[in-house]
T-cell receptor, first 113, second 114 residues
Framework: DQQVKQNSPSLSVQEGRISILNCDYT??????FLWYKKYPAEGPTFLIS?????DKNEDGRFTVFLNKSAKHLSLHIVPSQPGDSAVYFC????????????FGQGTRLTINP | DVKVTQSSRYLVKRTGEKVFLECVQD?????MFWYRQDPGLGLRLIYF???????EKGDIPEGYSVSREKKERFSLILESASTNQTSMYLC?????????????FGDGTRLSIL
């Protein structure tokens, strides 16, 4: 049973526009959410996170929004750049914080010039 | 910067072999993890460890075991490799001190079982 779902396997966005990546979860015990970015032949790197007590967290071009009632989070990238082309994974954890993560399937983002 | 090093980038083994994947981290992290990444399935947790000689099963531990004899090193063992264990294996470490400590990943080992 997939507790964290990324329903879009791929997304293509024009350079300079906004990229929106979505993630849904089913377990209401999750209280911390993270986004990771992965380039081919490299490990995932941490991008941004949000606690369940917030509904928005911003870091430069990256903003994560959390809608607890809908069990949905999204990552916004504005403006999108070619270097943002990668696979993005959302992940969730429970009361133990980042000690045990449940990952989504990933979304491959392609930024077109 | 946290450095998580996996001993091999690519590995080819035969069915039935005992396979060892090694991971070393240099930040004195207490937590270490082993995941496998498969297309359409994301990252799935195999085993994790909170301390030396401590281990707990993740979501897909069948066919695997782990060893953590030193704090910096976490080994994944495939007792008798099978073709369905062909995958990308990722090691990670984290500091449990605060809730917002992310996991840091190595670059992965792409394992092929023939």
């Amino acid at each position: 049973d997939q507790q964290v779902k990324q329903n879009s396997p791929s997304l293509s966005v024009q350079e300079g526009r906004i990229s929106i990546l979505n993630c849904d979860y089913t377990n209401s015990m999750f209280d911390y959410f993270l986004w990771y970015k992965k380039y081919p032949a490299e490990g995932p790197t941490f991008l941004i996170s949000i606690s369940s007590i917030k509904d928005k967290n911003e870091d430069g071009r990256f903003t994560v929004f959390l809608n607890k009632s809908a069990k949905h989070l999204s990552l916004h990238i504005v403006p999108s750049q070619p270097g943002d082309s990668a696979v993005y994974f959302c992940a969730a954890s429970g009361i133990q914080g980042a000690q045990k993560l449940v990952f989504g399937q990933g979304t491959r983002l392609t930024i077109n010039p | 910067d946290v450095k998580v090093t996996q001993s091999s980038r690519y590995l080819v083994k035969r069915t039935g072999e005992k396979v060892f994947l090694e991971c070393v981290q240099d930040m004195d992290h207490e937590n270490m993890f082993w995941y496998r990444q498969d297309p359409g399935l994301g990252l799935r947790l195999i085993y994790f460890s909170y301390d030396v000689k401590m281990k707990e099963k993740g979501d897909i531990p069948e066919g695997y075991s782990v060893s953590r004899e030193k704090k910096e090193r976490f080994s994944l063992i495939l007792e008798s490799a099978s073709t369905n264990q062909t995958s990308m294996y990722l090691c990670a470490s984290s500091d449990p001190g605060t809730v917002d400590q992310p996991q840091h990943f190595g670059d992965g080992t792409r394992l092929s079982i023939l």
